[in-house]
C-alpha cells in the first residue's frame, strides 16, 4: 500500500496522485493517512508553489463501506486523520488544484470542494450521497461547499442527495474550470504552471484570507494592512515592480 499516492514534481508544482484504480480511489486507511502526511509535506517545502490533486480516471468514490471499524471511538480517530487532510488543503500555504475525471462521490466530492480550484471534464459526475447509506456529510462538506456553491445550493445537494455531471457542477459552481474529456489533468497542471509563476507570498496571503471567510470588515481591514506591509517590504515586490516598468515577466523567488 506504500504506492497508494503518488508524488511527482513538475517545477515548482507537486502533482499529488491517488493511486489505487482498482477501489477507484476510496478513501481506505493506508491511502488516507499517506494523502495527509504527503500533503501536510508539500505545504511546508518552500519549493512548492502549487499542489495538483489527482485521481487518474476517477478522482475519488468516497469511503469505503466494508471493513470499517464502527466503534464511536476508533471512527472518531479515523476522522480526525481525515481531517488532516482537508486542513491542510484549506490552510496550507499554497494553492491546490483537484483535477477530477470520472466520479467524485461522498468524502471524494468533500476532498475536490476543499481544494481552491476544481478543474473537471465532461464525463466527471459529483455526489453528496451520504445519506444513502445513513450518515452525514463529512471531509469537511458542509463547510467547503456552502463557501462554494452558497447554502441554497448545498441544502440541495446533500439533502436531495442528488447526481451532477461536470456541466451542471460548473453551471452552479462546484467546479471552476470544465474541460474536454480527459483533459482535466493536463489542464490542471497548466493552470498550476501560471499560479507558480507568480510571487508566491500574495497567492498564500489571498489563499489565507479567503480561507477565514466569513469575517469582519475591520478584521480584514486590520489584516490587510499588515500583511501588505510585509509584502512590500519583499524582494518578490522589488521585482515585480521592475518587471512591470521593464514590460517583462517577473522572475519571483518567494523572498
Not at 450521497?129 to 446533500?158: E, H, S
Request: net charge neutral; aromatic share 6%; charged share 20%.
Amino acid at each position: 500500500m506504500n504506492t497508494a499516492v503518488t508524488v511527482s514534481h513538475h517545477g515548482a508544482v507537486a502533482l499529488v496522485s491517488l493511486n489505487l484504480p482498482e477501489k477507484r480511489n476510496s478513501l481506505i486507511p493506508e491511502l488516507y493517512r499517506r494523502l495527509a502526511d504527503e500533503l501536510e509535506s508539500l505545504q511546508d517545502n518552500e519549493q512548492v508553489r502549487v499542489i495538483v490533486l489527482s485521481g487518474g480516471q476517477h478522482f475519488c468514490a468516497g469511503g469505503p463501506l466494508d471493513g470499517l471499524d464502527t466503534r464511536p471511538m476508533a471512527m472518531r480517530k479515523d476522522m480526525r486523520c481525515g481531517h488532516r487532510v482537508i486542513r491542510a488543503i484549506v490552510n496550507g500555504r499554497v494553492p491546490v488544484i483537484a483535477a477530477v475525471q470520472g466520479a467524485a462521490f461522498g468524502a471524494g466530492l468533500s476532498l475536490a470542494a476543499a481544494c481552491d480550484f476544481v478543474v473537471a471534464d465532461a464525463d466527471s459526475r459529483f455526489g453528496a450521497v451520504f445519506g444513502k447509506v445513513g450518515v452525514m456529510p463529512d471531509w469537511g462538506a458542509l463547510w467547503t461547499l456552502p463557501q462554494r456553491i452558497g447554502l441554497p445550493r448545498t441544502r440541495q445537494l446533500v439533502m436531495f442527495q442528488q447526481i451532477l455531471g461536470g456541466e451542471e457542477a460548473a453551471q452552479i459552481g462546484l467546479v471552476d474550470f470544465l474541460v474536454d474529456a480527459g483533459k482535466a489533468l493536463e489542464t490542471a497542471l497548466q493552470r498550476a504552471q501560471q499560479l507558480a509563476s507568480s510571487a508566491p507570498g500574495p497567492l498564500s496571503a489571498a489563499k489565507s484570507l479567503l480561507g477565514r471567510h466569513p469575517l469582519s470588515l475591520e478584521t480584514l481591514l486590520d489584516w490587510e494592512a499588515d500583511t501588505q506591509a510585509l509584502l512590500i517590504g519583499s524582494e518578490d515586490f522589488l521585482e515585480g515592480r521592475d518587471a512591470f516598468f521593464q514590460k517583462r515577466a517577473g522572475v519571483f523567488r518567494g523572498l
